[in-house]
């Protein structure tokens, strides 16, 4: 069972330039997120999706999209990457079956993105 | 609306000694909490959550958390420090569970001294 799978693990962009960030799990969920963890700001969720098709805002969307067209794949794209956009991203999944109070949310190990 | 704070970004301590990271949040409606610890350059990994029920939960490596709605608090312990627990550790709170936005303090960096 391999969880939340990330790649690439490591990406140096240069400012302009476009990317996609990857992120596919394999344990049927519903749920799946995007956060950006950046020094002493903790994590910040960037967009999020509920199912196939479904995607909405987080805290901090701006300069990404989204979409997910399949339950396991949910990527981030950078349409024109800015130095802001230096961080590491972290995708998480959890399911939206069964009593809230059995979910977990599991995350993937993280892609570390430069923009220069 | 809800957040979190976690006061200070780092607290080292001597091996064998008590580990408390302190969490505080503000919530609408009655929270989920949860504790990550992230290793270095690994994801999150869930310690331990309180939905509803007991409020002294435990989790996994010795730890445990108490639930206290009256000082809306939900701070991490440990009785004994090991080198291993060094890490980053994450307090996050969500008005309906893990399978919705979760929103994390800032972190706290644990350092364990020999």
């Known amino acids: 069972n391999a969880g939340v799978t990330q790649t690439p693990k490591f990406q140096v962009l240069k400012t302009g330039q476009s990317m996609t960030l990857q992120c596919a799990q394999d344990?049927?969920?519903?749920?799946m997120s995007w956060y950006r963890q950046d020094p002493g700001m903790g994590l910040r969720l960037i967009h999020y999706?509920?199912?196939?098709?479904?995607?909405d805002q987080g805290e901090v969307p701006n300069g990404y999209n989204v979409s997910r067209s399949t339950t396991e794949d949910f990527p981030l794209r950078l349409l024109s990457a800015a130095p802001s956009q230096t961080s590491v991203y972290f995708c998480?999944?959890?399911?939206?079956?069964?009593?809230?109070?059995?979910?977990?949310?599991?995350f993937g190990q993280g892609t570390r993105l430069t923009v220069v | 609306a809800q957040s979190v704070t976690q006061l200070g970004s780092h607290v080292s301590v001597s091996e064998g000694a008590l580990v408390l990271l302190r969490c505080n949040y503000s919530?609408?409606?009655?929270?989920?909490l949860f504790w990550y610890v992230q290793y270095p350059n690994q994801g999150l990994q869930l310690l331990l959550k309180?939905?509803?029920?007991?409020?002294l939960v435990k989790g996994i490596n010795g730890f445990e958390a108490e639930f206290k709605k009256s000082e809306t608090s939900f701070h991490l312990t440990k009785p004994s420090a090991h080198m291993s627990d060094a890490a980053e550790y994450f307090c996050?709170?969500?008005?309906?569970?893990?399978?919705?936005?979760?929103?994390f303090g800032k972190g706290i960096t644990l350092s364990v001294r020999p």
């Open positions: 998480a999944s959890s399911s939206t079956l069964g009593r809230a109070q059995n979910t977990e949310a599991f």
């Open positions: 344990m049927n969920h519903e749920y």
């Open positions: 999706s509920v199912g196939a098709g479904i995607t």
């Open positions: 919530s609408s409606v009655p929270p989920y």
């Open positions: 309180y939905t509803t029920g007991a409020t």
């Open positions: 996050a709170v969500s008005p309906t569970g893990a399978n919705s936005k979760l929103t």
